[in-house]
């Protein structure tokens, strides 16, 4: 009996052994469960669900890219590649663009795409999904050159960091010393990257810039071509002119119109001018009756038609450095013609002012030039200033989405000035709206030619309500800039909305403001301004 007992005992422990043990290891289950739920597993064992949204690490490609060159992106995760789509102008995957999947650090997390992409500015606008079915949109601004003669790019940089006019300007390392001897040796479809330095040019001598059909200008480039920051590293074209009074007499006591940069008949679109500051400044020692001749103008044009593009680029009407002259103006156009005479976009443009003149930031005059979204001042003339002065013959300019601003101060100040040359009839621009008119005595000085009288706008419902022309959406508040003493013309977020989201959409023509962000139409709030569909106004989007 006694053996019995034992056994029995000894089987009745095996057994509590076993149910204790099958206790843990179920405890034990439970949580390793619960652990692996914290490790990205529910509590029934399951992986966790993958909801985040991939990101771009990379992309291979410069602003600006040869035709033929390849376009590498990399994501920070595996991407599914049955669900790319991809578009770079009229080109898509399968009609004119290649794509081609690899592993950087993760199985298909990197696109190369290839193709002969189209000249001009371009948006590469990429849609995938990762492995879990999560969704991305990526979009890359990009100008497309192609190249003539085997050469895409020619290089400035100043004589001071390398530069040399007898080198060929092909590369970082043999580039030219001036802009001028790289466009007289670019053709149609190349581009000039400068670097950061200032250029000095002389009209009096003709060795200011002329544009060139078809040749582009980019300025900002370091020293090494390897980064493009046009606010930072500045390329200035600086007009140095000088004159005396047999430069006055050898004219016929006409007047003398200085200019940094000069556009002419034959110039398109493709044509562009980016990422600079251009000035212009005269030196002379005349007397008062003799320097009411000389005008210092920054961008300038008279004559034939031309239409090429101004844009990201600060122009000054003009810097004080001996002497006073009549006038200084940032730009001026007058061709009288009906054809698109330039187009300006994402400018900071100032009028300037030398000591005795009259600044003035845009001058047009029987043109159709088209500015949009542009900061325009009337600068600092010590006998008045005009932000946009419209002479001349029927005006066909356009205004859209412009900060106009002034200096209210003891001279005249004018946001806009119709006026007249030798009689001519009525100038008032071809369209004008959505436009803010801030700082002036006057908003708008509208000319009547049939009575030869002025009247003098101080309200912005009473310009709204002209109806010689297209008026309509342009507003009067303080855009709130950041620091407009020191020329940050940035909106802040204490800004008027009707200023932050009063503007027109004109993505059809660009979608990029002064600083590389692309513009929204999102209204987050709710200007008052007609037909505002969210663009900021002035060169520097704000959402």
Not at 416 to 422: A, H, I, K, P
């Amino acid at each position: 009996m006694n053996k019995q007992k034992t056994i029995r005992f000894l089987i009745m422990m095996i057994l509590n052994i076993a149910i204790l043990n099958g206790v843990a290891c179920f405890n034990n289950s439970t949580n390793n469960n619960g652990n692996n739920g914290n490790n990205g597993n529910n509590g029934n064992g399951s992986t966790k669900e993958d909801t985040s949204t991939p990101q771009v690490l990379s992309s291979s490609s410069e602003v600006f890219i040869v035709s033929d060159e390849a376009i590498v992106i990399t994501f920070d995760e595996s991407m599914d590649p049955s669900t790319l789509t991809a578009f770079i102008g009229d080109l898509s995957i399968g009609s004119g663009l290649t794509v081609v999947w690899s592993t950087t650090n993760t199985e298909n997390d990197t696109l190369t795409i290839t193709g002969n992409f189209p000249s001009g500015d371009q948006t590469l606008i990429v849609n995938a999904e990762d492995t879990a079915g999560n969704a991305v949109s990526y979009s890359q601004q990009n100008t497309v050159f192609t190249p003539v003669n085997g050469t895409a790019f020619y290089y400035v940089k100043t004589a001071a960091d390398g530069g040399d006019d007898l080198n060929d300007g092909k590369t970082p390392d043999t580039a030219k010393a001036t802009i001028k001897n790289a466009i007289l040796n670019a053709s149609a479809g190349n581009a000039i990257l400068v670097a950061q330095g200032v250029y000095e040019v002389n009209s009096s001598r003709l060795t200011h810039v002329k544009l060139k059909e078809g040749v582009s200008l980019y300025g900002g480039y370091s020293i090494d071509f390897s980064v493009r920051d046009y606010k930072n590293n500045i390329s200035k074209i600086l007009d140095t002119a000088s004159i005396d009074i047999n430069d006055i007499r050898t004219n016929n006591n006409a007047y003398i119109r200085f200019r940094a940069v000069e556009f002419t008949a034959g110039l398109t679109n493709a044509t562009v001018v980016d990422g600079f500051t251009i000035s212009g400044t005269v030196t002379h020692g005349l007397s008062s009756q003799d320097y009411a001749k000389v005008g210092v103008f920054s961008v300038f044009s008279l004559g034939p038609s031309a239409a090429p593009v101004f844009q990201n680029n600060i122009i000054y009407g003009g810097e004080n450095r001996a002497g006073t002259v009549k006038e200084t103006y940032a730009v001026y156009i007058v061709n009288n013609q009906s054809e698109i005479s330039g187009i300006f976009r994402n400018n900071i443009i100032h009028g300037g002012g030398v000591n005795g003149s009259s600044s003035n930031g845009i001058t047009v005059g029987g043109t159709k030039t088209l500015f949009y979204n542009n900061l325009i001042h009337g600068g600092a003339g010590t006998k008045s200033n005009i932000a946009v002065n419209s002479i001349t013959g029927v005006n066909l300019a356009t205004f859209t989405n412009n900060n106009i601003v002034g200096i209210s101060a003891t001279v005249s100040s004018y946001c806009v000035q119709e006026g007249t040359e030798n009689g001519s009839t009525f100038s008032n621009p071809l369209e004008f709206t959505n436009n803010n008119l801030f700082g002036c005595d006057v908003l708008y000085s509208d000319y009547t030619y049939s009575g030869n009288y002025y009247t003098d706008y101080t309200a912005i419902v009473d310009v709204n309500a002209m109806a010689d022309t297209i008026f309509s959406g342009n507003i009067s508040e303080d855009p709130g800039f950041v620091d407009a003493v020191t020329g940050d013309y940035r909106l802040q977020a204490t800004s008027p909305v009707n200023v932050r989201e009063g503007g027109l959409d004109l993505s059809a023509v660009f979608a990029i403001d002064y600083d590389g962000n692309f513009r929204s139409s999102i209204l987050n709030g709710s200007p008052t301004n007609a037909n505002a569909t969210g663009w900021s106004i002035g060169p520097f989007e704000l959402d």
